[in-house]
C-alpha cells in the first residue's frame, strides 16, 4: 500500500532523516519506536507531506507522492494526527470534526463520518457544541483522532496519542486505535510506550539518529538488543 524508499531528510545542512525505507501493507498496523531525538516525528511529517524529502520516495499504490503538495497526500487517503492535537482551541468539537471533512469525497458522507467518531469514541458526542479549548486532554485527543477519521482515510498517520494523558486514558485510545484498524485502516503509529505501541502492532522498526536499526515482529523486536539498549540502558553481552 505504502512504501517508503531510501528517504532523506535534512533540516539545512544536518541530516534528520538518513536512507529510511518502510513499507505499511494495507489494513495493517505498523509501529515505529525509538528514543527522543531519533526522527520518529520528522519521518512522519514526511510520510503525511510536511517535510519535503532531499532524496527518496514515498509510494502510495504505485503513485509517487514524493513532489506532490501536503493537500494531495489527504487526496491519496492519508490522515495524519500530529503531537501535540493542534485543535482549534476556540472553534467549537463539531467545527474542527468537520474541518477534517474537506475533501468532495469526505464531504459526501459527512453525517455517517460524524456518527462513526461519536460511537468509537462516546465523550465526543456529549461535547459536540463545546468549545474544543475546554475539553480536557485526554477529550482533546479524541477529537484529534476523530478530525483525521473525518477524512475518512485508508492510512491513518498518528504522533505520540498517548503522550501527556493518564493510563486508563491512554488504555482507552489504544482500543479505539485498534478498533478503527480492525475496521480496516492501515495505522502508522508513532510512540514513546513502546510497550502498548509493540502490544498492538502487526509489525513494527526501531529509529535511532535518523536511521532504521531493526525491523521485525513486535515480540522479536521487542527482545532486540538494539531495542534494550535505546530504552533500558542495557548493553549486550552485560
Known amino acids: 500500500m505504502l512504501e517508503v524508499r531510501d528517504l532523506r531528510v535534512e533540516y539545512g545542512a544536518a541530516p534528520a532523516l538518513c536512507d529510511v525505507s518502510l513499507a505499511i501493507p494495507e489494513r495493517r498496523l505498523v509501529c515505529i519506536v525509538g528514543p527522543n531525538g531519533?526522527?520518529?516525528?520528522?519521518?512522519?511529517?514526511?510520510?503525511?507531506?510536511?517535510?519535503?524529502?532531499?532524496?527518496?520516495?514515498?509510494?502510495?499504490?504505485?503513485?509517487d507522492l514524493t513532489s506532490l503538495a501536503p493537500h494531495r497526500y489527504c487526496n491519496a487517503g492519508i490522515a495524519i494526527v500530529p503531537e501535540g492535537r493542534r485543535l482549534f482551541a476556540r472553534m467549537t468539537v463539531r467545527e474542527n470534526l468537520e474541518i477534517g471533512s474537506y475533501t468532495p469525497a469526505a464531504r459526501k458522507d459527512r453525517d455517517r463520518s460524524l456518527d462513526y467518531v461519536c460511537t468509537l469514541f462516546p465523550?465526543?458526542?456529549?461535547k459536540l457544541d463545546a468549545v474544543?479549548?475546554?475539553?480536557?486532554?485526554?477529550?482533546?485527543?479524541?477529537?484529534?483522532?476523530?478530525?483525521?477519521?473525518?477524512?475518512?482515510?485508508?492510512?491513518?498517520?498518528?504522533?505520540?496519542?498517548?503522550?501527556?494523558?493518564?493510563?486508563?486514558?491512554?488504555?482507552?485510545?489504544?482500543?479505539?486505535?485498534?478498533?478503527?484498524?480492525?475496521?480496516?485502516?492501515?495505522?502508522?503509529?508513532?510512540?514513546?510506550?513502546?510497550?502498548?505501541?509493540?502490544?498492538?502492532?502487526?509489525?513494527?522498526?526501531?529509529?535511532?539518529?535518523?536511521?532504521?536499526?531493526?525491523?521485525?515482529?513486535?515480540?522479536?523486536?521487542?527482545n532486540n538488543p538494539d531495542l534494550r539498549r535505546a530504552y533500558l540502558g542495557v548493553v549486550p553481552g552485560h
Not at 531519533?38 to 503513485?63: E, F, P, Y
Open 38 to 63: 531519533a526522527g520518529k516525528t520528522t519521518l512522519i511529517n514526511a510520510i503525511a507531506g510536511l517535510h519535503r524529502a532531499k532524496s527518496g520516495r514515498i509510494v502510495m499504490d504505485a503513485t
Open 123 to 126: 465523550a465526543v458526542r456529549e
Open 132 to 222: 474544543a479549548g475546554s475539553l480536557s486532554g485526554g477529550q482533546q485527543q479524541m477529537v484529534a483522532i476523530g478530525r483525521a477519521l473525518m477524512a475518512r482515510p485508508r492510512l491513518l498517520l498518528l504522533d505520540e496519542p498517548s503522550l501527556g494523558l493518564s493510563p486508563l486514558i491512554v488504555q482507552a485510545m489504544f482500543r479505539a486505535i485498534r478498533e478503527v484498524n480492525a475496521a480496516g485502516t492501515a495505522v502508522l503509529l508513532v510512540e514513546q510506550n513502546v510497550g502498548l505501541a509493540l502490544e498492538i502492532a502487526d509489525f513494527a522498526y526501531l529509529l535511532e539518529e535518523g536511521m532504521i536499526v531493526a525491523e521485525g515482529a513486535p515480540d522479536v523486536l521487542f
